[in-house]
């Protein structure tokens, strides 16, 4: 059997930080869909900084991914929206999104 000791690629690096936010914010499968890699930056030798966002919503997560393609449990979420806003721009999407951006939101 071979081991696969190559760097992800930018897409792979993205598709990991998705799923692993996805199964820690407990985002269902469906709606993973909601979810988009806006980046992916390889940085220094071994990591990539990913940022996943929702489109239509200026709200972000930014995930390091490792070359040995685990994902960084301390992950940063980063939105210009106050949590005392009303968040009618989450309106669009689906309740469980929703709730996962306001409790975000809320939590700064």
């Known amino acids: ?9 930018e897409t792979e690096a993205g598709e990991l930080a ?6 820690d914010l407990g985002i269902t ?12 930056k390889f940085l220094g030798e071994s990591w990539y900084v990913v940022e996943i966002g929702i489109e239509g ?5 930014v995930v390091q991914v490792y070359d040995t393609r685990e ?6 979420f980063v ?3 106050s ?5 009618t721009d989450l309106a669009e999407l689906p309740e469980a ?8 939101r809320n939590a700064r």
């Open 79 to 81: 939105s210009p929206v």
């Open 71 to 76: 994902c960084d449990p301390s992950y940063t």
């Open 29 to 40: 499968r469906d709606d993973q869909e909601w979810l988009t890699v806006m980046s992916a």
């Open 18 to 23: 998705i799923a692993f936010l996805a199964e």
């Open 97 to 104: 999104i929703a709730n996962v951006v306001i409790a975000e």
């Open 1 to 9: 059997m071979m081991i696969n000791n190559l760097k992800p690629t």
């Open 57 to 61: 919503t200026p709200d972000k997560w």
């Open 83 to 87: 949590a005392e806003d009303d968040h």
